[in-house]
């Protein structure tokens, strides 16, 4: 599919195992669906920011990695604080979130994104938790893609939105856009 490593990088949300199974059901899914794909320590605790920037920032460029992040609840809050992070510092080639808190952290995606979707929720039953959507940074002229669909929060466990999600890795992959 492609000669270039490929590396990805999931954040829980709040709580992390004990309230987001969801997220260890997808990371499992990646790696079965893609092998080849390092998927590190994942997933990583919501607030384990500075362990997945310094992750990236430590990735070889010889060949230049393709990267992923992704996150549910808190975990999808903090995907664009990673890309802030590393704007002018690293390319992410995909981010990928299930229903960003509205009470989390509200961020914009940066231009060092090249594609980012987010699926984000409006059912009443979540109370905000999963409504927030992601922005894109004013400079940041990729594609931001937010979808509602208004699952009980945190979503991740829905199969339909993993498999958007897996299809459109495996498009970067294919073509990665740098």
Known sequence: MTTRPVHFFFLYGMWGPLTDPGARVFTDRVHEEFPDINVHQSPYRD????????????????????VFVAGTSLGCNNAPVVGQYLDGVATIHGMFGFQASYWGAHSVVTKNVLFAHEFYSLNPVNMQLGAYRWPAAADNKNTVLTDERDLVHPGDTDLHSQDVFLTEMKRIMMNPGD
């Open 47 to 66: 607030f384990d920011v500075p362990t997945v920037v310094a992750e990236i920032k430590a990735l070889s460029t010889d060949p230049k990695p393709i």
